[in-house]
Every structure is written in C-alpha cells, then in structure tokens.
C-alpha cells in the first residue's frame, strides 16, 4: 500500500511538472515493476528516467522542486564546476541552466546510470561527461551495489549502513588534479560532492588540490563509512562555513577571491 501511495505521489508531481502524457506511462511501469527507459517532461526539459528506479524521484529534485537551487545561488560567475556523483545527468542540468556560462564536468562510475547521464546532457554543449569515480588517487576499484537503489552505488566495501553489498564490477578512478590536467582547468570554482562515502578519500587528498578550489558543496556519508565530516572539516579548514539546508555541508575558500582579483 505504502509503495502505491510512493508511486501516486510521484504521478501527481510529475503532472505538476508538465509531465503529461509521459507521467502517465512512467506510472504504469512502477505499477506493475517493469525497468524502461522512458523520455518524459519536466518543466519543458526533455529527460529520460528508468521506471522502477530512483530516477523519477531525482529528477523532480534536480528540476522541479530545486535542490539545487542554494548551490546555484553560491555558484555565482562560475566557470568550472565538477559535479562528482552526476546519476542520471539531472544535477548537471541544474546547474548548466543556472550558470550558463560555466563549463560543468560531470562524473558517474555506473555504465547504465552514465550510458543514461549521456543521453539526458547530450544536448547540453558545456556539460562534459565522464564514465569514472572521483577518488584520491587514478587507477582501478570495484563498485558495489549497497541495496538502496540505483543512486547508491558506492566503492566503500564494508558500508555501515547494511550487511550485505553485491560487486557491480570494475570502475575507473581519477584523482582532482589529474580531472584537471586531463581538461586543462587550472582551477575548480565549485566542486560538488555526492559520492555516497567516496567523499572521505577525495577529502582525505585535499592538499593537492585545496588551493585550486573555490567552493565545495558536499552531502556527507557518515552513515557509509566513519571519517566523512571529520575529513570535510580537515579539507576546509579556515575556510568559511556557509549556512546550508538539507543534508548538504558548504565551504568557500577565503583566498579564492583573491587570487581571482589579482590575476585580472
């Protein structure tokens, strides 16, 4: 029953958000549990989601009921932002049509959650994707399957948060600076972090790259691995705290501006 009143829910928020005919279909699919990919409509965007997934869920956030919108509203001027941890691609567009003179690059480790983030930015020429994990270091790591959806995946073995993960197989890995390198970027205004406790490593290295920061925006998963927030605190260090709602934790970098400012 609880499921039903989920996926009606879900139904009269996607009508809300001028999904149409497209609700409709998605409905039916969660109703009777089948995955497809289907294109629907939110707020005049084209996307697509995976029925039976949390796909639906996270793009209303993203587009219709604005996650994003605090992120936004620091970003600023921006001109890069990396988005580790992209899912369906639904973030990145966020942000794309908020700072739309920004170069935003995207990461997701998951083939079907990044062969379905390609399809929904294909459009958006200053979204560039990349089929990797943002860690501390490049090289090789096994993704895991926590239980918790397709949103979840996670290169923690051991999570807290449940007893029992299955192996998805072998991801790509690549560290912040050698991101950098590889897209010629000398330095990152925003970098946003949603990696379900992969967060604790790339916080964990943030003496190659903290200089070259201007603001981080994290969702921290103390729940998946102990260390997230102590490790958010080390990395950010005398910087500024920014007031944030929800789960997200914010921090601008006092010396960020500066640099700017002298450079010009």
């Given at each position: ?14 009508r ?7 609700a ?5 699919y ?27 869920n ?9 996650e ?6 620091l ?14 691609g639904t ?6 049509q ?8 995207v990461?997701?480790p ?20 990349v ?11 096994v993704?895991y ?8 995946f996670?290169?923690?073995a ?6 029992h ?5 072998e991801i ?36 190659q ?8 925006v ?32 914010a ?9 700017e400012?002298?450079?010009?």
């Amino acid at each position: 029953m609880m499921q039903i009143f989920h996926i009606l829910r879900q139904f009269r928020d996607h009508r809300a958000a001028g999904g149409g005919a497209s609700a409709l279909r998605l409905v039916m699919y969660q109703i009777i549990g089948r995955k497809r990919l289907i294109a629907i409509r939110i707020n005049g965007l084209d996307v697509r989601v995976r029925s039976g997934t949390p796909d639906i869920n996270v793009a209303l956030d993203c587009l219709h009921f604005g996650e994003f919108s605090e992120m936004t509203r620091l970003a600023g001027s921006a001109e890069v932002i990396v988005d580790a941890g992209g899912y369906i691609g639904t973030s990145a567009i966020a942000l794309a049509q908020a700072c739309p003179g920004a170069r935003i690059i995207v990461l997701e480790p998951s083939a079907e959650n990044y062969a379905v983030l390609c399809q929904n930015v294909a459009d958006w020429p200053t979204i560039t994707a990349v089929n990797a994990a943002l860690s501390d270091r490049d090289g090789r790591a096994v993704l895991y399957d926590r239980g918790s959806g397709e949103w979840g995946f996670t290169m923690v073995a051991g999570a807290r948060d449940t007893d029992h993960v299955d192996a998805l197989g072998e991801i790509d890995m690549i560290s912040i600076p050698t991101l950098m390198e590889r897209f010629s970027v000398p330095q990152i205004d925003v970098l946003k972090l949603d990696i379900e406790g992969g967060e604790k490593a790339v916080l964990e290295s943030a003496d190659q790259w903290r200089d070259q920061v201007g603001l981080i925006v994290a969702e921290l998963h103390d729940r998946i691995v102990a260390g997230c927030s102590e490790a958010f605190r080390h990395a950010t260090k005398g910087w500024d705290m920014i007031p944030f709602s929800g789960e997200k934790q914010a921090c601008r970098n006092p010396e960020y501006k500066t640099r700017e400012v002298e450079e010009r």
